[in-house]
């Protein structure tokens, strides 16, 4: 790390001015930004300049809310089932296995711009070794979840406090091994999964972990009806209820989807200063929840990592969904009323300075201002689907790719230049991923004889699995 000119760009800070420079460059000393201007002229030459002409440059992407699931593509799809396929194999995924899927996870990550995440697994041990190398800032929690995910498969709820107990250990574990590592880039948080899948007494237990040692608690809330009818039937409430009954909201609490939240739910979510984090429920209507003063912020969840897209699809399931006659599963979604759609602007504010603001670190990163962090990434608009236009930022978000990223800086470190990795090798972490996946799935198959018997039918093509 030393010093890094960025000249020339088109600088969005997006602090809370709504700073942009139409021609501007950045001077990084080391891991943090020195100085913004229209020119700067260092004493010192600076170690590398980046020409940053014709690009966008913003503060890193914040991504309150990411899975590492994503290696499943092409199965999950086609069969689909939450309950049934996505949960049992994760317990297939063996802690040895995540050095090198993790890796996997993290290009993936710096391919999509974003440079903090707030990342959700059983094993993280592994992925934090990854996001070591690799160089991307992560918050980082060991889920906890004590059901028996076999019986979940058929809707049976068989608690295995032992598994919970086990899974507090591997965050208390987690916490002692790297919070703080890698120049404070990595750091840790509790995560009891969900309120149909972990205990209360757990859900206690990660409190006051998280109280003795500063940490946020995240949690799946009010994310399917199978939850809340579950919820209902132990504690005659609805998730939130449960959880602000327990005393876990506040506004160190971070709450994922919230897409059955009811006026109630909201009303407390809203009192106890909870964060909402939107994820791919394109339906929610985080639009109305911004307006009432719930912050709000994204997750790319469990499929892919890429934050552009994102942004075009929460775009259109705002602006969409009043047009479809909504069936009986949704019209719970109905009584929160969408308001309206947001603008590119407001979708990029989410996906860093209020994602920044979600997680309490909006001192350090977020935007681009003097004395933050060097967090950001540089996209290309000479491109046809961009370019010509007045206004870079709105076409970024509703015609940019994350191939037009091209560079991503953290912590002072360049990750990627011109479109290439520099602390990955892409094309061999990307095979070796490949082999460990299908090795995964051929343990799973093995015993799952009926989900390869789905699978293989649908992909006829490729004449069953590893032949
Ligand atoms: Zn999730």
């Known amino acids: ?64 809310h990411a899975h590492l699931q994503q290696y499943f593509r092409g199965l999950y799809e086609l069969i689909g089932e939450f309950y049934d396929v996505n949960l049992p194999l994760e317990g297939y995924r063996q802690p040895q296995d995540m050095e090198y899927l993790g890796l996997a996870s993290c290009a993936e990550l710096i391919q999509g711009g974003c440079t903090t995440s707030v990342i959700l697994y059983t094993y993280p041990d592994g992925f934090a070794r990854a996001a070591e190398q690799a160089g991307i800032r992560v918050l980082l929690a060991a889920d906890i979840e004590e059901v028996n995910l076999e019986k979940l498969r058929e809707g049976i709820y068989e608690y295995m406090p032992q598994k919970g107990e086990a899974g507090f250990q591997r965050a208390v574990d987690l916490h002692r091994d790297w919070h703080g ?44 009806g199978q939850e809340l009818r579950q919820v ?16 876990i909201l506040d506004n160190n609490f971070l709450a994922a989807h919230c897409a059955y939240a009811t006026d109630q739910d909201l009303a407390l979510i809203h009192k106890t200063g909870t964060r909402i984090l939107q994820c791919r429920f ?41 047009a479809h006659q909504l069936d009986s599963a949704e019209q719970f979604f109905a009584a929160n009323r969408i308001t309206r759609r947001p603008s590119a602007y407001e979708m990029l504010e989410l996906a860093t300075r209020k994602g920044a603001e979600a997680i309490h670190r909006e ?82 198959f093995k015993e799952h004889p009926h989900q390869k018997e789905i699978w293989t039918k649908k992909t006829m093509y490729l004449h069953g699995f590893n032949q």
């Open 282 to 322: 394109l339906y929610s209507p985080f639009v109305r929840w911004m307006e009432m003063g719930i912050p709000i912020s994204l997750g790319t969840d469990d499929y892919f990592h890429d934050m552009l897209m994102m942004f075009r699809e929460l775009i259109a399931g705002q602006a969409d969904r009043a």
């Open 363 to 444: 001192a350090d990163i977020g935007s681009l201002e003097v004395g933050k962090k060097a967090d950001l990434i540089l996209i290309d608009t000479m491109n046809p689907f961009i370019t010509p236009t007045m206004d870079p930022l709105t076409s970024v978000v509703l015609y940019g790719s994350s191939n037009d990223i091209k560079t991503v800086i953290v912590d002072g470190q360049i990750l990627k230049k011109d479109g290439e990795f520099t602390t990955l090798d892409l094309n061999s972490t990307l095979t070796t991923a490949q082999t460990y996946v299908e090795e995964i799935l051929d343990r799973f």
């Open 181 to 224: 590592k890698a120049n404070g880039r990595i750091t840790t948080l509790m995560m009891p999964k969900a309120a149909d899948l972990t205990l209360p007494e757990t859900y206690r237990k990660c409190k006051t972990f998280a109280d003795q040692h500063g940490l946020l608690i995240s949690s799946h809330v009010s994310q399917s």
């Open 1 to 64: 790390m030393a010093s890094i000119l960025i000249k020339d760009g088109f600088i969005a800070t997006m602090d809370t001015q709504q700073t942009v420079l139409q021609q501007g460059d950045i001077l990084i000393q080391n891991d943090r930004i020195q100085e913004i201007a229209k020119k700067i002229n260092p004493s010192v030459p600076p170690d590398q300049i980046l020409d940053a002409k014709h690009k966008v440059v913003l503060p890193g992407f914040v991504n309150t």
């Open 232 to 247: 209902q039937k132990l504690y005659k409430k609805t998730p939130p209820q449960h959880l602000f009954d327990l005393g």
